[in-house]
């Protein structure tokens, strides 16, 4: 059974820049999560999608912001980029929504370089 | 508010040692706790979780942890340790209720000395 999947793997963009990141999740699964590994910062949470729709947050600014699709995939979306955006961007998920937190399966990440 | 702390930033062990990594967290009730491994240039890996149940957890690659309610503790363990076992450890809480993101500790980095 294949992982959970991202791409790019590296993504180098310059200052003010749009990146779009993108992530498989585990067949089957409907829920996936995103979360920023920057260095100095550790991993954050960014965001949680399931069914389609957003469904929690953390704490970005809304120039963060991504999609879910009806095959599950998942895109995340950074405008206007800042220098500090520099990160290694993980995808995980997990087979739905339940009231706890389920095991969360992580891909490979995304190292995002901004210049 | 929910935070995990790990206090050892980095940890220097000789292989065939043992080895423990520390977790404390704060949370109103009772958790869930997870350890992950990211090796460098990685994703995480789940080595093992606590939900409920027996507090003392076997994992993946020959870890445990122990889950103390009194200490607000989670543990690592491993008796004997791996070259391979060198990586960055993350202790992380999930909050009930539906929230479903996980806080992360820090995390610690390993070294093993041959």
């Known amino acids: 059974e294949a992982g959970v999947t991202q791409s790019p793997t590296h993504l180098i963009k310059t200052r003010g820049q749009q990146a779009t990141l993108r992530c498989s999740p585990i067949?089957?699964?409907?829920?996936v999560y995103w979360y920023q590994q920057a260095l100095g910062l550790g991993l954050q949470f960014l965001l949680w999608y399931d069914e389609g729709e957003e469904r929690n947050r953390g704490n970005f600014p809304p120039r963060f912001s991504g999609r879910q699709f009806p095959n599950y995939s998942s895109e995340l979306n950074v405008n206007a980029l800042e220098l500090e955006d520099s990160a290694l961007y993980l995808c995980?998920?997990?087979?739905?929504?339940?009231?706890?937190?389920?095991?969360?399966?992580f891909g490979p990440g995304t190292r995002l370089t901004v210049l | 508010a929910q935070s995990v702390t790990q206090p050892d930033i980095h940890i220097t062990v000789s292989e065939g040692a043992s080895l423990e990594l520390r977790c404390n967290y704060s949370y109103g009730a009772t958790p869930y706790l997870f350890w992950y491994v990211q090796s460098p240039g990685q994703g995480l890996q789940l080595l093992l979780k606590?939900?409920?149940?027996?507090?003392l957890v076997q994992g993946i690659k020959g870890f445990e942890a122990e889950f103390k309610r009194s200490q607000s503790s989670f543990n690592l363990r491993k008796p004997s340790v791996h070259w391979s076992d060198a990586a960055e450890y993350f202790c992380?809480?999930?909050?009930?209720?539906?929230?479903?993101?996980?806080?992360f500790g820090a995390g610690t980095r390993l070294a093993v000395h041959p």
């Open positions: 995980a998920s997990t087979p739905g929504w339940t009231e706890s937190t389920d095991t969360q399966y």
């Open positions: 992380a809480v999930g909050a009930r209720g539906g929230y479903n993101k996980l806080i």
């Open positions: 606590y939900f409920s149940g027996d507090t």
């Open positions: 067949s089957g699964h409907t829920s």
